[in-house]
């Protein structure tokens, strides 16, 4: 499966973003899908996560109750609703899949093959 992220931009703090993360090929719900960034000179973190069947959002500390994961199969499209954004928000942004994920790898970046080529969200104060 290829993907290919977009959606980001400037934002001041405190404003909202919505990343998409769009599939190819026809199995979209198979995978499960994950957001994942990674700040200048930090290493790459988790966001976000969902499950297949059922879906189940999984997301860091960090951003929990402020960023949303949801999915589309019938759009073969994932999104990543970004509320009360803050500076240390400020990443580049990619959003990953694999079908062999389980639970307690979710939010390890080697748990996915497939990567977007990221998309650029920046937080002003």
């Known amino acids: 499966v290829q993907l290919q992220a977009s959606g980001g931009g400037l934002v001041q703090a405190g404003g909202s973003l919505r990343l998409s993360c769009i599939a190819s090929?026809?199995?979209?719900?198979?995978?499960?899908l994950a957001w994942f960034r990674q700040a200048p000179g930090k290493e790459r973190e988790f966001v976000a996560a969902d499950k297949r069947n059922p879906s189940r959002p999984y997301y860091a500390d960090s951003v929990k109750g402020r960023f949303t994961i949801s999915r589309d199969n019938a759009k073969n499209t994932a999104y990543l609703q970004m509320n009360s954004l803050q500076p240390e928000d400020t990443a580049v942004y990619y959003c990953a899949a694999d079908t062999g994920v389980i639970t307690s790898t979710m939010a390890e970046a080697s748990a996915y093959s497939y990567w977007g080529q990221g998309t650029l969200v920046t937080v002003s104060s």
């Open positions: 090929g026809r199995t979209f719900n198979r995978y499960a």
